[in-house]
């Protein structure tokens, strides 16, 4: 899915600092390669809506700030252990006891042409690679991944992981509007057991599927994101100080070992997009 854009920015171009920026009258964007491709400033109308969450003990400080990709899995990998084609494979257990969030976000990726690209390191045993581009306009950012491996067959899940503000520079507090038709039941460290109807309790720190209607964050000062319903299961985490984040996935919470991914090989890329738009 592509958001509507009254007029086009150009393509990434250099910035202060390494940084990678965008623009139109309205909007701004500046992406930092080194920093695994993180989208690390969306201001629209002057307002910055991307922030930072405050780090949980023991997990990768680099899954709490702007927006990255996770690839070539999302979420958890229990135990850092899936089995593919009969054979048994071991991630590193970046979130112990788990792997969490994917291999990219904290590489430096490479400029070719209008995209950026990683090439997948040791950390995955099938080799492969990931490719992003950016696509700014004066009402909405489309990002889209694709995951490729023109050289075997390989288990893929892609997500994006964007961490909205709350509250604004000007103190407005942020609501999220979100009608899961399922959520995942989860133990205690945080791997999907199992599902229920609806959405259950909030604040949220969950995961979703069956979603029918566009995500909108919605900010106290007027100003709303719809996030468009390019995935088929979600993240919704609430209870981080300082921002919160809505993830469209590719596939569910630990899919790698339960079998919920797509299959990547020769001419069969994943192509996963993140959807923003604004009126």
Do not use: K
Not at 214 to 229: A, D, Q, S, Y
């Amino acid at each position: 899915m592509s958001v509507p854009a009254a007029r086009a920015g150009g393509p990434l171009e250099p910035a202060r600092d390494g940084l990678l920026a965008c623009t139109t009258t309205r909007s701004s964007l500046l992406v930092d390669p080194v920093d695994g491709a993180r989208i690390v400033s969306l201001r629209i109308d002057g307002v910055e809506v991307l922030g930072r969450g405050e780090p949980a003990p023991g997990a990768p400080p680099g899954i709490f700030s702007g927006c990255f990709l996770m690839a070539p899995f999302a979420g958890r990998t229990a135990h850092g252990r899936f089995a593919f084609e009969g054979r048994e494979h071991a991630l590193p257990l970046s979130f112990p006891p788990h792997a969490i969030h994917g291999l990219a976000f904290d590489r430096p990726w490479r400029r070719e042409g209008e995209e950026l690209v990683l090439d997948l390191d040791e950390r995955w045993p099938f080799g492969g690679s990931v490719r992003q581009r950016f696509e700014l306009g004066e009402t909405g950012l489309t990002v889209t991944a694709t995951i490729l491996n023109e050289e075997r067959t390989m288990p893929a899940i892609a997500g994006f992981h964007p961490w909205f503000v709350d509250p604004l520079a000007d103190g407005s507090r942020l609501a999220v509007d979100f009608r899961p038709g399922t959520r995942y039941v989860c133990d205690p460290t945080g791997i999907p057991v199992g599902t229920v109807p609806g959405g259950g309790d909030r604040p949220w720190d969950d995961s979703f599927a069956d979603v029918a209607e566009e995500p909108v964050v919605r900010w106290e000062n007027g100003l709303e994101l719809r996030i468009g319903l390019t995935g088929s299961h979600w993240i919704v985490c609430e209870t981080v100080p300082g921002a919160v984040c809505i993830e469209p996935l590719s596939g569910p919470v630990n899919g790698l070992a339960t079998g919920g991914h797509a299959i990547v090989g020769p001419g069969r890329p994943l192509v996963h997009r993140l959807a923003l738009s604004w009126d």
